[in-house]
């Protein structure tokens, strides 16, 4: 079993996240987002887009090839979407965005470092001793950024 996408124009395929979620090995298109996704050989294979007879070898290397090869290039995209798109590792990235805004703000209404190309973007400070909101015990700043 495997999946193909031959898409022309991609963002970042959900499809192809399930697919490796479910430990399936790609066949893909090197399109938007999918090359981030697919680590050519491990996880999968990625053609050009619009060369129907490469999308074609591609699907029949990963047919003819041994059961435990693909198992093994199913098993390593489920680790990278475990490892990248996962709900702990995508909540580790946004606590940890969040850290480095109200590390690097300053003063309340400082612009955040982060932000420094959206206009009017401020930092949020929270009063001394506020705990950040939503954070697990154990992942409060141990100090607050001055007001």
Known sequence: DGVVLSSCF?????????AMAGARPV???????????????ASGLLVDPGDPAALASAMGQVMAAPPARREAMGARGRTIVAQ?????????HWLGLLDRCLAGGG????????????????????????DRPGAPPG????????R
């Open 107 to 130: 003063r309340h209404g400082s612009r955040s470092p982060l932000a420094a190309d959206v206009p009017g973007a401020v930092t949020p400070a929270w009063p001394p001793g506020a």
């Open 139 to 146: 992942n409060q700043p141990e100090t607050s950024p001055p």
């Open 10 to 18: 991609e963002g970042l395929p959900n499809v192809v996240m399930e």
């Open 27 to 41: 066949v893909a298109t090197r399109v938007g987002g999918t090359p981030e996704l697919v680590e050519q050989g």
């Open 84 to 92: 990248r798109y996962s709900l702990a590792a995508l909540g580790e």
